[in-house]
């Protein structure tokens, strides 16, 4: 196997995945990068942790700048769109002017239906007639590819051909960001106001960013995040109260 | 009429658009921040002038930054994706998650062949069958409105119907760019090996920039401008020779 | 008087200012560009103010990032040094290389003793010979210029000699700042966990954002201010309740 | 030896100097996240090397922002204030508010003049009495360190009392620069308009990244170096010419 297949993947949606390509620095980059303006070296494991806690708690963020973690992301193009808001990071993207597309739709397993209350959000369990959505949505985004297809096949520019394509398209980027970042995109995408599809994106993340830099992550937990995610209210509500941290 | 409506509106496309909103700074801005670095003052137009003309060609590109304009921008979703890779601006889109989407769909004049040396380019004057592109185009673009608003009148969530409809989908946005970032939209976008459609928008900034920092934009072609683009070339040849700037 | 002269300046320090160049958009700028995520728009100044409101309360930060401001600013080094880490803005300083020192030194009015407890503070009213400490802090100061000056005489390059110089010396330089950045710089500046010489900058940047961005400002002191500042909480206790506001 | 000690360091002026502390990516993460574009593979070292040269060649930059390098930094005040106008990086520096001050002053070797014709810059060669130059800086600087000893000694707080430190202090940090940025700081810093002190950080920064991403290196002497250093200059003179590489 090479190095690369054996780095973390998370499957996301269908055909979605966020995989770990590279990583620098981790907990102990956020504390070295601390130590510095204290002129000072690290002090053990536990001390370690809790200089992270009492960053985070207060706001001290720029440590977390100097622990980087690299993602190959697999995502549709309306979820890429809201990503790439996310502008403190780096982004390197397949290109569809140069490359075919190929059949790689995001298709939902469920509908959603419209929420009355919040004009930005969908209802899970409305009582909409899946099954006709799903025929009507599969026929439009076939019958897309197809068009595009056509279009290649008489000698259409790739880029013009293109434009036919609906936005449940799966797309391919490189995503590199510093922890400080990456914290942020958790809290706003993991969200329940966030989009359904992309807070699938903010859940994978998180279970890699808990994996690769555990303190930051527990960190994060306490004192950054303020959404609303019921599997992250869990791991939250599961910690150590915190006299047992200070211990 | 309102202020609004006064400032310059540049048509781009079938149906897009970028409006100037509002601005700061302008030339003078720049210069002002310039001098502040050798505690000096203005000394008259001429010396100005000259003095922005001095940044640019040697890369002093900061006082730049203190000077923006602010636009409101109409353009097809795969041309917003191009758009929003500079990250050094602000950004506030329309949402299809709150407001339903109304027939506004990018409809090319002419369709470009693919071009064989340059994988990533199109020609123009290729002989394609323009009217049946059109047609299968059109039909196909209709069909994923129609499906939309059929998975909007079953109540479907509008974050989910949307999925259906392609990329040429125009959207809507404000943009807020400092000099510097925008002569490097320009440059990046205005250029031949950018889309046809994104070159369209970098030549209609490229005229309110004109219009807005007339000695900028000079500057600008003289000494930042590395690009192909017929027109940017021809207005670039008519300016006066720099002996002439220097006297 | 030119206008550049009644623009507001506040006075800082004992020699140092900040004074508002320019600005754009404003309050209005914020609404605008949220409402073009709605596809909405101003429904007159009460729905205007609470969608401000609204907006930092539910940290969707970027419509803040339309409006900005423009300052020309003078304060010490240390002050300077602490100031230039906020790097989502523009700078322009004054160049020592280029321009020879004046007699500009902060001179504090009165000493501060170490804060015993917390190793990065300061705490007025310790029991300080304040004389003295002027005296000899003074004496080195004044040396210092004049020893600068000397190395000037005798023909050493300004870059060169400025090395003598104290932290406490003057520098200017041109900021310009949009209005989420610039909340970001008050909330860390203004608070007492920073240095006091740098909180005086942060009162005065809150003084003339209070100004010309009032309701941003009545906002932030609302939804995003968390520090620690007399002068902030009495301005924040003296607000209307917010039920007054919702009305 | 811990890891730690193991990192190259190249000692600059008289007691600074740049450590790597670690790197992530190197020239092939640059390779990695260009082909993420072109849907393709690495297809050997040497059409690797060739993409890299070709990404450079034609100015296409975020490749580079996936690679990045972290480096431990001790440089005078007055280099660091230089240093910090790079916004696109990360940085945590000691803070002398927490650290007491230590014996840590530039001594340049050599005093240089000023120069008549470019305002901003210094010539080596002039005809300084450097004795008495010596003398004068030395006997000031002592003076500066006694002073802030006493005045700490007699209770001042730490963050006041460096106001009398002159800025030939050293100051160390931590800084975290992706490859497109650190190629930015080469080509301003490492350029002979830059002041001497910070070109030799320049310098030492470019043998690093030779050391490191020697592909990446190359290509940015042949493409993106557009100054005047002699070191350098030389170094690209021996460069095999590109037909060879082409091959």
Redesign the interface.
Known sequence: MSPETTQPTVKVLDKGFVRL?????GDQ?VV???R????GRSKGADSDKKLISYLLKHSHL??F??S?L?F?CRA???VA?QW??H??A??????F???EVKDDF?M?EK?????KKN?????AG????QE??NG??K???D??LE?YK???A???????A???????LYT???W?V?ARSLMNFVALRADAHA?WEIQKYGEAMAKLFREKMPWTYEAFLRHGWRGDNEGIAAERAALPPLEAVAK
């Open positions: 390509v590279d990583m620098m620095g980059g070295d990068a601390a510095v303006s204290y002129g720029t440590p700048e100097h980087l690299k190959h549709p193009i309306f769109r790439f808001r502008r403190f780096a982004y390197n993207e397949i290109s002017r140069y490359t995001y939902p509908w959603r239906g419209q929420d004009k930005q959000g969908s209802m409305a009582d909409l007639d006709m959505l009507m949505f026929k439009q985004v019958g897309a068009t056509k279009m290649i008489m000698g259409t520019a790739r880029e013009m293109r434009m036919v394509l609906p936005v449940n391919e980027f490189y590199t510093n989009q």
